[in-house]
């Protein structure tokens, strides 16, 4: 887990990143995809669901139970960049990445270090 120095500076104390899983399809229940956005360390400690990503002593990056199986161990690199005034933060993911992690189509060197 890679955050930029854009990325850092602009996560304020008492915040943390979750990547969230988003099911698009009825049919197939795995079928989703994964969003990162801020929220505030209060929301991620009373939700028992989220699972730490990040290393102790690093900023908090967290994610959903079915967005962390397709990410632990994972290469990421997390940005932010300024829109308005408003900080919206993205990893390098590639955008039908949860899809295709579901279906098995990840090619190995987007693995990163999942077996």
């Known amino acids: ?3 930029t120095e854009r990325a850092r500076g602009e996560l304020r104390p008492g915040e943390a990143l979750v990547f969230d899983w988003h099911r698009v399809a009825i049919c197939c229940a795995a079928a989703g995809e994964v969003s990162l956005r801020k929220t505030s360390r209060r929301e991620v400690d009373q939700s028992p669901r989220l699972r730490r990503l990040s290393e102790p002593g690093e900023p908090p990056v967290f994610a ?6 397709h990410l632990a161990g994972r290469e990421l690199r997390i940005d932010c960049k300024r829109r308005l005034g408003m900080r919206f933060f993205s990893s390098d993911l590639p955008p039908d990445f949860g899809l295709r992690a579901v279906l098995g189509r990840v090619p190995d060197q987007e693995r990163g270090g999942m077996s």
């Open 1 to 3: 887990m890679q955050l």
């Open 64 to 69: 959903h139970p079915r967005a962390y199986q």
